[in-house]
């Protein structure tokens, strides 16, 4: 006997919620470091964009991929991951800067 489609279906989404509230936790985590990065930056007058760093960013993701995710698919979720946190850098900076708290 198979199981009930629209009962399985709502499974899987339960679990994909569960899925992106984890991944929304890790993200908010890596934005905490990010603007602890920022303000490094900002004391040491650094630039925000760093390309080396960012290509090691995407082999290491690459690298460790485990799972049916195309590696092409992983690089472009973290490329976006990546140029969002460089904005949060980049308005950290910018705010620090205007409200006279900048270096």
Known sequence: ???DPVRALSACRERIDAV???IL?????RTQIVE??????REAQMPIYEPQRE????QNVIGHKSGPLPADAVKRVFERIVDEMRKVQKAL???RTETGDGA
């Open 93 to 95: 900076i910018e705010t």
């Open 25 to 29: 936790e890790l993200l908010n985590e």
């Open 55 to 58: 290509d090691a960013v995407f």
């Open 1 to 3: 006997m198979s199981r």
């Open 20 to 22: 992106d509230l984890r």
């Open 36 to 41: 602890e990065i920022g303000r490094i930056k």
